[in-house]
């Protein structure tokens, strides 16, 4: 399968609920690298990369989001896969 990568802004009450924590579960569990991060804003950016599918079911974790979240919106942009091996939390 391609590889692809997509970056994520996720919107609503996303900050504080272990959101960043529990996408890098699920990425690794999906064998995903990028990263999770907090945005000044409010909002949780994540970036993945990996095989279609797998982005895929990414992407229908973070419209959930994990308990105690609410996931509002979810925007999704195209990027350039850049080969990345893990997937870590920023700050």
Do not use: C, K, W, Y
């Amino acid at each position: 399968m391609p590889v692809i990568r997509s970056r994520f802004l996720v919107h609503g009450r996303v900050q504080g609920v272990g959101f960043r924590f529990s996408t890098e579960a699920e990425a690794a569990r999906l064998g995903l690298a990028g990263h999770a991060r907090n945005l000044p804003d409010g909002t949780v950016e994540v970036e993945a990369e990996g095989d279609e599918a797998a982005v895929g079911r990414l992407a229908e974790f973070l419209a959930e989001g994990p308990r105690g979240a609410r996931v509002d919106s979810v925007d999704r942009e195209a990027m350039t896969p850049t080969g990345g091996t893990a997937f870590r939390i920023r700050r």
